[in-house]
């Protein structure tokens, strides 16, 4: 009873591109999404409207939306942690925009400077002026399988986190496995508990590599009902605030995986491995795809 199709949601030009230190010009980061919109995905997080003192690499947010090639049928979002963020967002024409809470104390501080309550409290506004403007919002819990400050993490505090998201009007919740130390026992009694607040057709993934494990853990997901994941192209990434947190899962990885199970995801591998080796030139990196890096060394 695996799901007939998955949707992916390409974080690549956000949570990929976010943590790379080298300035990256706004025509490779148009280009990286043009190429990913090409290769089939259909949800692309592009950019993020927060403060570029503390994430200064997204700082060219609106310029990339302003240069990217619109495809219709293709979201393209943006994070935004509170009103100011949103309104920018509003301004660059972002179709559908994601809030982003932790399920831990000391990440929140870490990576929003403030409470877990508090956070959610700032995104009051900003879902109701998103209501107004008719823009979908997504939520995201970091630090569901563990945290770099206060380690283990109760899955009934995620689940309360992720139920207060849904209350306030986010149309689906992605569990963000921040630091990559879920396993697959783990991940499907966390996805257990929380689909007892939230229905699991309105859960998403969010799996990092670090310890080898997201592949597994997207498999526990799929026979736990999940069909949407996060997936960044070549496993860009890592997170400013978990030192040592490697890419979220490759896309290519996650897409060899579907295809095996014969789960459609409308996406064409060839593109996708173009598009993930040219951002790893333009960046200078070592391909975080094992499919990628097999593929290319035929
Ligand atoms: P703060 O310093 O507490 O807030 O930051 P503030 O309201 O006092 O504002 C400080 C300055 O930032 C002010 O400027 C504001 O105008 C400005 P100043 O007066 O000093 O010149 N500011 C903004 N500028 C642009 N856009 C905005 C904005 N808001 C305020 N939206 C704040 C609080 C939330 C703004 C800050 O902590 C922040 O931007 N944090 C973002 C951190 C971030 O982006 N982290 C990475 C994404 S989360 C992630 O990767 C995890 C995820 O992938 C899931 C997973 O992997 O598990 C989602
Ligand atoms: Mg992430």
């Given at each position: 009873n695996?799901?007939?199709?998955v949707?992916?949601?390409e974080v690549?030009?956000r949570?990929g591109?976010?943590n790379?230190?080298?300035?990256i010009?706004?025509?490779?980061?148009?280009?990286?999404v043009?190429?990913?919109?090409?290769?089939g995905?259909?949800y692309i997080e592009?950019?993020?409207?927060?403060?570029p003192?503390?994430?200064?690499?997204m700082?060219?947010?609106?310029?990339?939306?302003?240069?990217i090639?619109?495809?219709p049928g293709?979201?393209?979002?943006a994070?935004?942690?509170?009103?100011?963020g949103?309104?920018?967002?509003?301004?660059?024409?972002?179709?559908?925009?994601?809030?982003?809470?932790?399920?831990?104390e000391?990440?929140?501080?870490?990576?929003?400077?403030?409470?877990?309550?508090?956070?959610?409290?700032?995104?009051?506004?900003?879902?109701?002026?998103?209501k107004?403007?008719?823009v979908?919002?997504r939520?995201y819990?970091?630090?569901?399988?563990?945290?770099?400050?206060?380690?283990?993490?109760?899955?009934?505090?995620v689940?309360?986190?992720?139920?207060e998201?849904?209350?306030?009007?986010?149309?689906e919740?992605?569990?963000?496995?921040?630091?990559?130390?879920?396993?697959?026992?783990k991940t499907?009694?966390?996805?257990?508990?929380?689909?007892?607040?939230v229905?699991?057709?309105?859960l998403?993934?969010?799996f990092?590599?670090t310890?080898?494990?997201?592949?597994?853990?997207?498999?526990a997901s799929?026979?736990?009902?999940?069909?949407?994941?996060?997936?960044?192209?070549?496993?860009?990434?890592?997170?400013?605030?978990?030192q040592g947190?490697?890419?979220?899962?490759?896309?290519?990885?996650?897409?060899?995986?579907?295809?095996?199970?014969?789960?459609?995801?409308?996406?064409?591998m060839?593109?996708l491995?173009a598009?993930?080796?040219r951002?790893?030139?333009?960046l200078?990196k070592?391909?975080g795809?094992?499919?990628?890096?097999?593929r290319?060394?035929?």
């Open positions: 695996l799901p007939k199709s949707r992916l949601v690549g030009p949570d591109l976010q790379e230190k080298q300035p010009s706004v025509a490779d980061k148009v280009h990286l043009d190429e990913l919109s090409a290769a995905l259909r592009v950019g993020s409207f927060v403060s003192k503390w994430v200064p690499q700082a060219g947010s609106a310029e990339v939306f302003a240069g090639q619109r495809q293709i979201t393209y979002a994070l935004t942690p509170n009103l100011k949103f309104e920018a967002a509003l301004e660059a024409r972002v179709e559908e925009v994601a809030v982003f809470a932790a399920a831990s000391a990440f929140s501080q870490k990576n929003i400077n403030c409470s877990i309550a508090e956070s959610l409290q700032r995104f009051v506004p900003l879902m109701e002026a998103a107004a403007a008719s979908r919002v939520g819990v970091s630090c569901v399988l563990g945290c770099p400050y206060d380690g283990e993490i109760d899955p009934e505090q689940a309360s986190v992720a139920r998201l849904h209350a306030m009007g986010c149309y919740v992605s569990l963000g496995d921040t630091i990559g130390t879920g396993t697959a026992g499907r009694h966390l996805i257990e508990t929380v689909a007892r607040q229905p699991r057709h309105l998403a993934g969010h990092h590599d310890y080898g494990q997201a592949l597994a853990n997207i498999y799929l026979l736990e009902g999940i069909s949407v994941f996060d997936s960044s192209v070549a496993g860009l990434g890592g997170c400013p605030y978990a947190a490697t890419g979220n899962v490759a896309t290519e990885d996650v897409l060899y995986l579907l295809q095996g199970l014969g789960i459609d995801t409308g996406i064409d060839d593109k491995i598009a993930g080796q951002i790893c030139e333009v200078g070592a391909n795809s094992r499919v990628a890096r097999a290319l060394s035929r």
